[in-house]
């Protein structure tokens, strides 16, 4: 089974400094990896995903992240944050080896402070 | 506008009471999804459907119980059953049921038990 473990509940940080967000994945089929980002009181809105082909995806906001298959990780990045960038984010994985159900991560609260 | 809406934003439930939570969207997705959301929990998958008249359980579908009657529309009962049905609830849909085709996420409805 696919499971997905975002090791830092919450990570605070400075404005304009980078930033990364940890995600670690298992599963034992192809692997399909997103992240998501949800603002306060909100629904879930697509930061980028990795399908096939190049390791490193960027996404919209300045993210990108990095599909490391012997690490299991799929970190997420950003070399500047804004304060606008305060907001939970989700990785998931593809559940099974059909279909798009996700398996999401328990989350990581990022705090951009002045 | 296309997207999804999700209604009321806010509900209250007496225990023993069922519930009907709403979800309607207007960009011809096929298919469409139920999450439950707790705190460091991440997004649990409760129910999805791929096509109208047909639908399927998924992780946490006990005291949960939907239909899929239009192809816009994909309303979710929270029964009497549902132990501890206090929780943020996301309604998502996409156009296919394939890994490529990305989910969309409505607003969502805060329940709360009283």
């Known amino acids: 089974a696919q499971s997905v473990t975002q090791l830092d509940s919450q990570v605070p940080v400075f404005e304009e400094a980078p930033v990364e967000l940890r995600c670690n994945y298992s599963s034992s089929v192809s692997v399909y990896l997103f992240w998501y980002v949800q603002y306060p009181n909100q629904g879930l809105q697509l930061l980028l995903k990795?399908?096939?082909?190049?390791?490193l995806v960027k996404g919209i906001n300045g993210f990108e992240a990095e599909f490391n298959k012997s690490q299991t990780s799929f970190h997420l990045r950003k070399p500047s944050v804004h304060i606008s960038d305060t907001a939970e984010y989700f990785c998931?994985?593809?559940?099974?080896?059909?279909?798009?159900?996700?398996?999401f991560g328990g989350g990581t609260r990022l705090m951009v402070k002045p | 506008d296309g997207g999804i809406t999700q209604s009321p934003k806010y509900l209250f439930r007496k225990e023993g009471q069922n519930v009907t939570l709403s979800c309607e969207q207007n960009?011809?997705?096929?298919?469409m999804y139920w999450y439950r959301q707790d705190p460091g929990q991440g997004l649990r998958l409760i129910y999805y459907s791929q096509i109208v008249n047909d639908f399927q359980k998924g992780d946490i579908a006990e005291g949960y119980s939907v239909s899929r009657e239009k192809k816009e529309s994909f309303p979710l009962t929270v029964t009497s059953a549902q132990k501890n049905p206090t929780a943020f609830y996301l309604c998502?849909?996409?156009?296919?049921?394939?890994?490529?085709?990305?989910?969309?996420f409505g607003p969502g409805t805060r329940l709360t038990v009283l």
């Open positions: 990795y399908l096939s082909g190049s390791t």
């Open positions: 960009l011809n997705h096929d298919a």
């Open positions: 998502a849909s996409s156009i296919g049921a394939s890994v490529a085709d990305t989910q969309y």
């Open positions: 998931a994985v593809r559940k099974g080896n059909a279909g798009n159900m996700l398996t």
